[in-house]
């Protein structure tokens, strides 16, 4: 049971990064799945949540710029961030919560430079 995030990595101001979680072991269809950050020296924050039905919602500087989207057939979810800035950078991890319970990804990095 686990989910494995990907696609962090080092982008200038104003670019993009797509990140994708994908899910093994659990019935994936089934939960709601959120993009969470933690910047160095702050708590982790939830940013964008997408329910079974796909219902989304977003938080923060989240909004307007980031689009989280789900592939059931591949057991994924995505976050689409575009127009990133230095304030982004921070760990990024998923997470996955249902009737089999809640479960975290492991964190990829995102590095936004000036």
């Known amino acids: 049971v686990q989910l494995q995030a990907s696609g962090g990595g080092l982008v200038q101001a104003g670019g993009s990064l797509r990140l994708a979680c994908t899910a093994s072991?659990?019935?994936?269809?089934?939960?709601?799945a959120g993009w969470y950050r933690q910047a160095p020296g702050k708590q982790r924050d939830l940013i964008a949540h997408i329910t079974k039905t796909r219902d989304t919602d977003y938080y923060d500087s989240a909004k307007g710029r980031f689009t989280i989207s789900r592939d059931d057939a591949a057991h994924t979810i995505y976050l689409q961030m575009n127009n990133l800035q230095p304030d982004d950078t921070a760990v990024y991890s998923c997470?996955?919560?249902?009737?089999?319970?809640?479960?975290w990804g492991q964190g990829t990095q995102v590095t936004v430079s000036s």
């Open positions: 072991g659990f019935f994936f269809t089934d939960a709601a």
């Open positions: 997470n996955a919560a249902g009737a089999f319970g809640n479960i």
